[in-house]
C-alpha cells in the first residue's frame, strides 16, 4: 500500500528565508507525486505534480518540488518565503491503480515577520 | 468557474438525527471522493467514486453513506451520526485520465460538522 510520511508538523521561517518541506512516500511502483496547500479556511489548492520528466518541477506561487526515487523524496522548495505563504501543506501520492490519493499528516508553516 | 460546492459549510446537530452534505461540481470529472480532515491525521478517504453508479469505501467509510445518481453530484449521508464523526469534511473531483489517484484533485472549500 502507499504512505506518505511529512516528518515536520510544524515549521517556523523568517519572511524573505528558504523554505524546504520534507516529503516520503512508499510506494512500489512509479508514483504519482503532489504538493497541496490549504489556507486557512479554504480547500486545497495544487501547487504542483510530478510523475515523469525532469526531476525539478515548478509550481505555482514560485514553489518548486524535487524528485528523488533514491531517497523516496519529494521535498517542496522556495527560495525566498513570503508572508502570505503561511498555510498547511500536504504532500501525496497516487498511482494508476491505487484508486486513490494517499495524504501525509501535513505540515503547518508559519511565517515570522 | 471551474469549482466544487459543499452544502452546508457548517453544521451542528445531535446524534442520530441523519443528514446529508451535498457536493456538486461543473466540471464533468468522473472521479469524485470525500475526505476528512482531522487534526494530527491528515486527510483521510471516506468514500469514492469512478463514474455514475460506481462507488467504492475509501480508508473510513463506517458511519457513512455515499450515491452517485447523476456525474456532478455526490452528496455523504450520515444515517446515524455520532460524535466521533465532528470532523471538517471536504469534497473532492478529479479528471484523472490516467486513472483515479492520478490526476489534480479540486477540492470544495469544506464543511465543518459538529455532532452534539
Known amino acids: 500500500a502507499q504512505s506518505v510520511t511529512q516528518p515536520d508538523i510544524h515549521i517556523t521561517v523568517s519572511e524573505g528565508a528558504s523554505l524546504e518541506l520534507r516529503c516520503n512516500y512508499s510506494y512500489g511502483a512509479t508514483p504519482y507525486l503532489f504538493w497541496y496547500v490549504q489556507s486557512p479556511g479554504q480547500g486545497l489548492q495544487l501547487l504542483l505534480k510530478?510523475?515523469?520528466?525532469?526531476?525539478l518541477v515548478q509550481g505555482i506561487k514560485g514553489f518548486e518540488a524535487e524528485f528523488k526515487r533514491s531517497q523516496s523524496s519529494f521535498n517542496l522548495r522556495k527560495p525566498s518565503v513570503h508572508w502570505s505563504d503561511a498555510a498547511e501543506y500536504f504532500c501525496a501520492v497516487g498511482a494508476a491503480n491505487a484508486g486513490k490519493s494517499t495524504f501525509g499528516d501535513g505540515t503547518t508553516l508559519t511565517v515570522k515577520p | 468557474e471551474a469549482q466544487v460546492t459543499q452544502n452546508p459549510r457548517y453544521l451542528i446537530t445531535v446524534t442520530g438525527k441523519k443528514l446529508t452534505v451535498t457536493c456538486s461540481q461543473n466540471?464533468?470529472?468522473?472521479?469524485m471522493s470525500w475526505y476528512r480532515q482531522d487534526p494530527g491525521l491528515g486527510l483521510r478517504q471516506i468514500y469514492y467514486?469512478?463514474?455514475?453508479?460506481?462507488?467504492d469505501k475509501g480508508d473510513v467509510p463506517e458511519g457513512y453513506k455515499v450515491s452517485r445518481k447523476e456525474k456532478r453530484n455526490f452528496p455523504l449521508i450520515l444515517e446515524s451520526p455520532s460524535p466521533n464523526q465532528t470532523s471538517l469534511y471536504f469534497c473532492?473531483?478529479?479528471?484523472?485520465?490516467?486513472?483515479?489517484?492520478?490526476?489534480?484533485?479540486?477540492f470544495g472549500e469544506g464543511s465543518r460538522l459538529t455532532v452534539l
Open positions: 473532492a473531483s478529479s479528471l484523472d485520465a490516467s486513472g483515479p489517484g492520478t490526476g489534480e484533485l479540486f
Open positions: 466540471m464533468n470529472h468522473e472521479y
Open positions: 510530478y510523475f515523469s520528466g525532469d526531476t
Open positions: 467514486s469512478m463514474n455514475v453508479e460506481v462507488t
